[in-house]
């Protein structure tokens, strides 16, 4: 376990950190404007000494950080906002675990398997004596957990403070912030959107539309992290997508525990925020839904049609019916039926021709019949799938499915594995070798042989390592296609077609650096040059900001008086001279 100043555990970082302290962004900037104040002795290396403080010095901003996250990519973009913030105020992110003088831990609670991953990143952590700050759904969810004890932990809602709890857990304090942004008593969506961020990929804009979902699913723990449906308002979310094509991203992803749930609690819809969104998209750019449930989507199935046929809208959507079997969807409180299911999903194939629909499916669920099964088979064989996410049923603590009873293990792992060889019994993209097809290229592939493109319904297309095609619309012939890819060999004389938008961030680059967000800093650095003098709980960067500026004066103060007396030395000079002259 981490050592630590204090004995107990802060409830909150307010315990330590008041509202006349200096804020982490106010200290960053102070250093950028004052300079170190002079010792009377050894000026020259008590200067070298304050600009590069030793590597095991406790001031904050200094050290590397490294950022681990798992889940889905509402998390992922948890994770880029996080490292963002905290590259804008001089920490270094790292992509080296063991050069990391703190772990980021960005959890994901779905499943035992990710909670485990989770677990054992701690005690790598504690063992290599790395500060750590806990993140994501498991430590929300379920704070209190014996391996989670004397451990800083930031909620999903609270990003926007992850400077905050990274300094304090630097200089060994233990606080954790677990609370719920409201506005007026209303929960909001989180923290807000035009934070600086760091992409994982320059080229993708992960946005997170909402958060949380109106379901009460019986085996799904997120939700208590998560809690009930709270949206972005269209104007923010716009601004955000502008802000990333202006940042040269070309691709967008809208992320949430259930898109298509988004506006219900604010008196809109997913529909109206699609159609504001294709405003802005440019030429050559591309938008992709997330996951959706049937129940959400049924009653704009006419809007969701047309705008999935939009020609800068993959036409993709990620629909879980988790089992085909009604019995099985009432235990799980899905609220809907396999009829509704393949009512969306008729729907969308007959008015959005190729559409891909994307599905998840769990195995072994309490209670869960063979025949029942097979009735999830059946679905399957049928529709032929592409992308299929197949799991094995996982009890979460806490959820009323870990109390239901329990199908036996070997019958669960069993149905897994029967239903992938199902999964995989078929070839979804035979039929499209020798097609021209338009594709978008935005990143590179796990083996480092290709890139990754995908066309206009979202499938995966393999292309050469052109480095003028990253970013770009390409023409390709495909001439290859695997279970869950394509290969496609660009046309010779067809044209790459460049997004019109601005020129890519480079890898590491902060994203949402804007000027209005330099302005609000700038606004701090003032507040701070009036502030009245130091309280005995400053921060060590405060007071080191406080010696700066003090050198900056006391350099100045010594400046004018050696130059008022050089003048003189020098008029006495003069006048010694003209003397002697004169006689």
Known sequence: ?????????????????????????????????????????????????????????????????????????????????????????????????????????????????????????????????????????????QPRQDYLKGLSIIGVQQIDRVVEVVEETIK?????????????????????????????????????INTGCLNACTYCKTKHARGNLASYLIDELVDRAKQSFQEGVCEIWLTSEDTGAYGRDIGTSLPTLLWKLVEVIPEGAMLRLGMTNPPYILEHLEEMAKILNHPRVYAFLHIPVQSASDTVLMEMKREYCVADFKRVVDFLKEKVPGITIATDIICGFPGETDQDFQETVKLVEEYKFPSLFINQFYPRPGTPAAKMEQVPAQVKKQRTKDLSRVFHSYSPYDHKVGERQQVLVTEESFDCKFYVAHNRFYEQVLVPKNPTFLGKM????????????????????????????????????????????RNRLGHHLNSISHSPAATPRDSASSRMARRLQRLHQDCA?????????????????????????TN
């Open 1 to 141: 376990m981490p050592s630590a100043s204090c004995d107990t555990l802060l409830d909150d970082i307010e315990d330590i950190v008041s509202q006349e302290d200096s804020k982490p962004q106010d200290r960053h900037f102070a250093r950028k404007h004052v300079v170190p104040k002079v010792r009377r002795r050894n000026t020259q290396k008590y200067l070298q000494e304050e600009s590069s403080p030793p590597s095991d010095s406790t001031i904050p901003g200094i050290q590397k950080i490294w950022v681990r996250t798992w889940g889905c990519s509402h998390n992922n973009s948890d994770g880029e906002y996080m490292a963002g913030q905290l590259a804008a105020y001089g920490y270094k992110i790292t992509e080296n675990a063991s050069d990391a003088d703190l772990w980021l831990l960005n959890s994901c609670t779905v499943k035992n398997p990710a909670e485990d991953h989770f677990r054992n990143s701690i005690k790598k952590a504690q063992e290599e004596n790395k500060k750590i700050v806990l993140a994501g759904c498991v430590p929300q969810a």
């Open 557 to 581: 103060l010594t400046l004018s008086v050696g130059m008022a007396l050089f003048a003189l030395l020098f008029a006495f000079l003069v006048k010694v001279y003209n003397e002697n002259i």
């Open 474 to 517: 390409v023409e390709v012939d495909i001439y290859e296609s695997g279970k869950h890819f394509m290969k496609g060999q660009p046309v010779s004389d067809a044209k790459v077609h460049t997004p019109s938008i601005s020129k890519p961030l480079a890898k590491g680059e902060v994203s949402g650096l804007t000027e209005e967000f």
């Open 172 to 208: 060994g304090h233990s606080v954790r912030l677990l609370g719920q942004k409201k506005d007026n008593g209303k929960r909001l969506g989180g923290a807000r959107l035009d934070l600086p961020k760091i992409r994982k990929n320059p080229l993708i804009e992960i946005i997170s």
